[in-house]
Structure formats: C-alpha cells, structure tokens
C-alpha cells in the first residue's frame, strides 16, 4: 500500500531527499485533489442557496409557478446526485492512489510489452476506460433516470450503448494515436519534443475545427440540408444584409437524445457552416432563431472564433513546454508510486500538479468568453433585432430549467456566458455593455 510516506524510514541522506522529494510531491497532489473538491461543494452549496430566490421582474415572464417549481426540483437534484458523484469519484481516485493503483496498471502494461509507445497506450488505456465504466452507473441513472423525470431524455439504450462504444473507439484512434507520437517525438528529440508535439496538436486542431462538423459529427448524428422554405429564406437574407457568405445550413438531430436545444458554426472559408438543432427548430419561432443565428454571426464577425482557437494554441504550447521541462524527473513518477519512471506516468503527475494553473487560465478564458456573448449579442441587436432574441433566450432557458438567479461567485468560476439576466439588461440597454 501506498502509506509508506506516513513510516519514511531512509537508510541515508540520498534516500532521505529522494524519499522527502516524492512524499512531498504525492502530499501535494492529494492536497490539491482534495481542496478542489472542498472548494466545489462550497461553492455549490452557495448556488443552491439560491435556487428558491425570488425572479427578477424581468425573468418573471420565463415560468410559470409550476415551470418554476420543476426547475427547482431539477436544480435540486442535480445538486444532490453531483454531491454523491463527485464525492464517490474523490473516494475511489484517493483509494487508488493509497493502494499503488498506478504501480499495478503500470506493471500490468509493461506484462504485455517493452515499447514505451505500447507501453503508455495500454496503461492509459487500462485507466481511461476503466474510469469509464466505473462512472457508467452513473451516468445511466442521469440519463435514464434524472433526464426521463424532467422529461428531457430522448436517448435509447441502443443509442447510450452505441454512443459509448463509439466515444471508446475514437478516444482509442485519435487519442492514442496523437499520445504515440508524442512519446515518438520524446524519446527521438529529447526535451524539445514540445515544439514538434504543439506542431502536431496545432494541426490537429485547425484540422477539427475546419472538418468537425463533416466527419465527428455523423458518427454520432444525422445531418440534413434545411429545407428550402421561409425560415433558409430568412436566415439567407440576413446573412447576405451583413455580407456573411453562408450556403451550408444543417438541421442535426438532437431530438435523438434530448429536448434540449442549440445551435452552433462551425468551418472556416469553404466549410464553414451552421447547424441547427432541430429541438431549436420546433422550440423556437423564424425570427427568434434568426436572431440566434444574428448572434453566431457575431461571434464570426468580430473574430471570437479565431481568439479562442490562437488562445487555445498557445496555452496548448505553454503547457507542453512546462511540460517538457519537468517529464524526465523521476520523482514525478515517484511521487505516484511507480517503481520505474517513465513519460505516461510522469504525464499524469504533472497534469495533477498542473491543475491549479489550468483553473486560472479557465477563469481567465471564461471571463473573455462572457465579454464575447455581450459582443455577440450586440451584434444581433445591431444588425437585427433584440426582441426576438430576449424572446428566443428566454423560451431556450425555460425549455432546460436553467438556474435564473445563480450565486455571483459561481457565475465567476464556471459560467462561461452572462446570466440571462444580465444579458437581457444589456440588450435592453441603449449604450452596450461590452463594444
């Protein structure tokens, strides 16, 4: 078991400093793992302490009592059943860890091969798809049980089957595929495998931005041409009235597993392309969902797209050099109780120790992505109409029980677009909040 670090009894100074140097570094993992979640649940429980707040008068048209009594009893239970997933997922991470969990995979891989390459593909495989299906209970009962309460569950148990096994597939392909050029380019160049790795993962980007759309999203659903009729009408008219070429216009089939509703751009130059849900299409009028469309045009237009893509580049190349910085110490692999160091295991001890950063750069883009909804949503105003999409907002926040009054600080730390009712005041507004 991993409780040696309790009884360190070093033979020498040698050990001593190895010994302090890995039991620090696994002391400061669990710290982190363990403040997270502290951190979390009370930050939770300050939102639900405000799910029976009174609305605003201007969100007092978006339920009605008994609307609004089912949104509470979504939030709660959602609450709730977050509570115990979230404390089930710290207690089972924590056992593995005290019982050596990654030694034994680590040893079970290297039972099968001596390529490194191998080596880190099955042991991250082993660890991913055995979290997976540890966590697949759970996300049953949210699906099958939570969702068909509230009457948003539309996904079959084919569907959640097929789904899964898909997601392993990919994950398996892509993933492992990317992974084992990254330990090639490691054991080839050494320290500067970052820059060839942030080449590989640049690429791999712009690649799935551009080509999401035409070979992700058919695995999972179905997408058609919208129809020729009054709505491609419109949404054609306003895209030619604010010189936006767009001739790709799909409707995919959310319905398929949820009521819920969205819309989305995605592509650049020849791909680009809109893709509407059809929930969307049922949930909403022409002229809300043009306004929705109004609103992702915006984000095209004033280059938020392009923003989020360079800054998640260049966070991808920071990581990697910090990464590369610290991948060949050994303690990292220490620290987590493998007996031989190695690149996959120094891997995930370093993206533990990295989280904290990660949550910073995650506020930073969070407050740069509702500075971009406010810019958006001016744009539609602008160029459309504020109406219809104040009409649209509310009628999709309505169709999802979302939480209307939510607690600031969580707004702050996890929402990564204004609260309707802020973006209402700001339609409203006569001068725009965010040029």
């Known amino acids: 078991m991993r409780l040696e670090f309790l009884f360190l009894r070093p033979n020498d100074k040698e050990t001593l400093i190895r010994g302090m140097s890995s039991t620090a570094l696994f002391c400061i993992i669990i710290g982190i793992l363990v403040l997270k979640f502290i951190a979390d649940k009370i930050i939770n429980y300050l939102n639900a302490q405000h799910y029976n707040d009174d609305l605003p ?3 007092s048209d978006v339920y009605d009592n008994k609307e609004y009594k089912k949104s509470q009893s979504y939030k709660a239970t959602n609450y709730k059943f977050g509570f115990i997933t979230s404390t089930f997922s710290l207690v089972i991470m924590l056992l593995f860890f005290f019982l050596d969990g990654f030694e034994i995979v680590d040893q079970l891989a290297r039972g099968y091969s001596s390529n490194p390459i191998i080596i880190a593909l099955i042991f991250f495989g082993i660890i991913m798809i055995g979290s997976d299906i540890i966590g697949l209970p759970f996300s049953y009962y949210k699906t099958f049980v939570i969702e068909e309460k509230f009457g948003f569950n539309k996904t079959t148990r084919k569907t959640f089957i097929l789904d899964k096994v898909k997601s392993w597939l990919m994950m398996a392909i892509l993933g492992g595929g990317i992974l084992a050029l990254i330990i090639w380019f490691y054991q080839l160049t050494g320290k500067n495998f970052w820059l060839y790795a942030w080449a590989l993962v640049t690429v791999f980007t712009i690649f799935i931005n551009m080509f999401y759309a035409r070979l992700i999203v058919p695995i999972f659903n179905k ?30 089939d959310g319905s398929k597993r949820s009521t819920k509703a969205n819309a989305y751009f995605s592509g650049f130059g020849r791909e680009k392309r809109v893709t509407l849900f059809d929930t969307l299409i049922n949930d909403l009028d022409e002229e809300e969902i043009v306004s929705v469309l109004a609103h992702e045009v915006g984000h095209y237009k004033k280059k938020h797209i392009i923003f989020n893509l360079i800054s998640s580049i260049l966070l991808t190349g920071l990581t990697l050099f910090i990464l590369s910085i610290f991948i060949s110490i050994p303690v990292l692999s220490e620290a987590l109780g493998v007996a031989i160091p190695s690149f996959h295991v120094g891997l995930i001890a370093f993206g533990l120790l990295y989280s904290p950063i990660s949550e910073i750069t995650g506020l930073v883009m969070n407050y740069f992505s509702r500075k971009f909804e406010y810019q958006a949503d001016n744009y539609a105003k602008s160029t459309f109409k504020a109406e219809p999409l104040i009409n649209g907002l509310k009628k999709l926040t309505k169709n999802s029980l979302s939480n209307l009054t939510p607690h600031k600080a969580y707004v702050f730390l996890h929402y990564s677009h204004p609260t309707l009712l802020q973006r209402i005041k700001n339609l409203k507004c006569d001068s725009y909040r965010t040029k």
């Open 223 to 252: 997408q058609t041409p919208l129809e020729e009729g009054s709505l491609r009408k419109k949404i054609s008219e306003y895209a030619e009235s604010v010189g936006f070429s767009l001739n790709k216009i799909f409707v995919i």
């Open 57 to 59: 008068e201007e969100l």
